[in-house]
RNA sequence: GGGCCUGUAGCUCAGUGGUAGAGCAAUCGGCUUUUAACCGAUUGGCCGUGGGUUCGAUCCCCACCGGGCCCA
């Protein structure tokens, strides 16, 4: 804490209390900027064109000249200037004990100066929240990304940017629940302990009770709880929430994400698809003005070198379609994975084709890895890659007339993976093989999670015939909002712990 | 996990093998229409930590600890 600022604190503790419970406020300072009457022809009452305001806000700036004090007022609507004059204040003289970072309620008449700024010529004012360490400078802001992500306030305090970012996040959250309401979708909310963390390839988090006396897994995924929902009959389902995996963390993952999974009965992965492109042309409609979103450049920061070309992203549907097998072929040099039976002869393909893998990989992910390197990145427009291997998930149907591929879908925007698809197996016996099979092809891959004998008896009692999807939010979040980091986008990212 | 960069005042950043610099912020003073206000003064630093080389290290070398970026 600041010692003059502590100093202050005290003499206005003197004067009356600089915290109190509550305020008197008329106005939000953009209320009050637009009760400022421009047209004055037929009137010629003051008291009509210069009404009188009470406003209150933090002070973020200040700028003094003479017996005259101009200071800027903020609140979440706006800004506006307030004048505060030595022959109409008798506590002029207390304004020393108020500083940049501070709030003040402000009663006053509204004008235009000779500048022509909008300003609130103060009759009265109080204090009613002194800070007591400094407000960050909006002239020279906060670079130190270390600061930024673990002093959020400070980088929202000063950047605009970031309160809009953080504003936008929750204009997206509202509209997809908007839209999943509207399409018959009920939200529901499972448990974060879960007693298998399986839905997807990814090592859990654990935790422990103490009143259970037992360890505790955190989900990595939403899919199996909301499948049990559809075999309870229950209507279309949908869940946000948070996921866990215990997995590096770089600008494209976090340990901790957001993620929205739906189930609807009675639907495929292509009536799947047809929603998420209704997904975008409401978020489109809703969250953004037009249906592009330019990405900036992004530069090396020794070399300058360009990373990433500046590209414009149509986010108007219809998106393209393609099949997985011929972008392998298209660009990982002719790949088939027909053609690479055994575990031995796809680990060489891989190697030869540069991408890293080792034994202990099943299958399906070396042919994540491979798919990953070679054709992600140069996914930039939004595209649907259908039709995957079987081995890439134990959970989707096979594709009726090639039982060597499942109807999955992954869609990808700016090479980044936005979704996931399937049209969900129910088949109680070709999933119980496929999951216990994957199981024993692989079992030193720790992201292979064990048998969920609770879902598999689940389905045993008969799942609807679903169409299901799981969206990274906050990639998503990242698009809209072009941001080039997680960070950006997620108010306090898990970081390592910092220097004492 | 590997490579490159980085750590100097509250913030943003300069700088040099020989007593440490600017702008902003802060403090004091001046100014009654300012708005990145302005003018004058003052204050502020174990130059990330530990070791080494040297007469002397914030600077050169090594290790460690933060942070960033790239690659995996």
Redesign the pocket.
Same mark, same amino acid.
């Given at each position: 804490m600041?010692?003059?600022?502590l100093e202050?604190r005290k003499k206005l503790l003197e004067l009356g209390n600089p915290y109190p419970a509550r305020v008197n406020r008329s106005h939000t300072v953009a209320a009050a900027r637009e009760c400022l009457i421009e047209d004055t022809e037929n009137i010629t009452d003051t008291k009509e064109i210069n009404p009188t305001v009470s406003i209150v806000g933090r002070i973020i700036?200040?700028?003094?000249?003479?017996?005259?004090?101009?200071?800027?007022l903020r609140d979440y609507s706006g800004e506006i200037?307030v004048?505060f %004059? +030595?022959?109409?204040l008798v506590d002029f003289d207390q304004l020393?004990l108020v500083?940049?970072g501070d709030f003040l309620q402000v009663r006053g008449n509204v004008? %235009? +100066?000779?500048?022509?700024?909008i300003?609130v010529?103060c009759e009265e004012w109080s204090v009613i929240t002194k800070a007591v360490r400094?407000?960050?400078?909006?002239?020279?802001?906060?670079?130190?990304?270390?600061?930024?992500?673990r002093q959020r306030y400070l980088d929202l305090m000063a950047n605009e940017e970031s309160r809009n970012i953080a504003i936008t996040r929750s204009q997206i959250l509202h509209e997809i629940r908007q839209f999943m309401h509207h399409r018959g979708f009920i939200e529901v909310e499972t448990s974060m302990f879960p007693r298998v963390a399986g839905g997807a390839m990814a090592r859990p988090f654990t935790t422990h009770s103490n009143a259970l006396n037992r360890e505790l897994l955190l989900r990595i995924s939403l899919e199996l709880p909301l499948k049990k929902l559809l075999v309870g009959d229950l209507p279309p389902v949908f869940e946000i929430g948070k996921v866990f995996r215990n997995e590096?963390?770089?600008?494209d993952?976090s340990p901790e994400f957001t993620m929205l999974e739906s189930y609807e009965p009675y639907t495929d992965y292509v009536g799947v698809a047809d929603m998420v492109e209704a997904l975008h042309s409401h978020l489109v409609d809703t969250v953004l003005e037009g249906s592009e979103i330019l990405l900036p450049e992004?530069l090396?920061?020794?070399?300058r070198d360009v990373?990433?070309e500046a590209r414009t992203i149509n986010l108007a549907p219809p998106f393209e379609k393609i099949k997985y097998r011929d972008l392998m072929h298209k660009y990982a040099d002719k790949f088939d994975d027909r053609n690479h039976k055994t575990l031995a002869e796809l680990i060489a393909r891989a190697l030869a084709l540069?991408?890293?893998v080792d034994k202990t990989m099943s299958r399906g992910k070396i042919l994540d890895?491979i798919f990953s390197?070679k054709v992600e990145p140069l996914l930039i427009q939004p595209t649907f890659v259908m039709d995957y291997p079987v081995e890439s998930t134990p959970l989707a149907k096979r594709v009726p007339n090639d039982p060597t591929l499942v109807e999955r879908f992954e869609f990808f925007v700016d090479g980044r993976e936005i979704a996931n698809a399937y049209s969900e197996l129910n088949d109680p016996v070709d999933q119980r093989s496929r999951m216990t099979n994957e199981e024993d092809s692989a079992s030193t891959d720790q992201e292979i999670p064990p048998t969920d004998e609770d879902f598999l008896i689940a389905i045993d009692h008969g799942m609807p015939p679903a169409g299901g999807i799981g969206i990274g939010i906050d990639r998503l979040v990242m698009l809209y909002t072009a941001a080039?980091?997680l960070?950006e986008i997620i108010l306090f990212p898990t970081?390592?712990?910092?220097?004492k």
């Open positions: 600041v010692a003059p600022r202050q700036s200040v700028r003094r000249a003479g017996g005259m004090i101009f200071a800027d200037q004048q %004059r +030595t022959d109409a020393n500083a940049p004008f %235009r +100066t000779r500048r022509g700024e300003t010529g400094p407000f960050p400078s909006t002239k020279y802001p906060i670079v130190d990304e270390d600061i930024k992500s590096n963390v770089d600008r993952h992004i090396h920061p020794e070399t990373i990433k540069g991408v890293r890895r390197e080039s980091n960070r970081l390592r712990e910092p220097e």
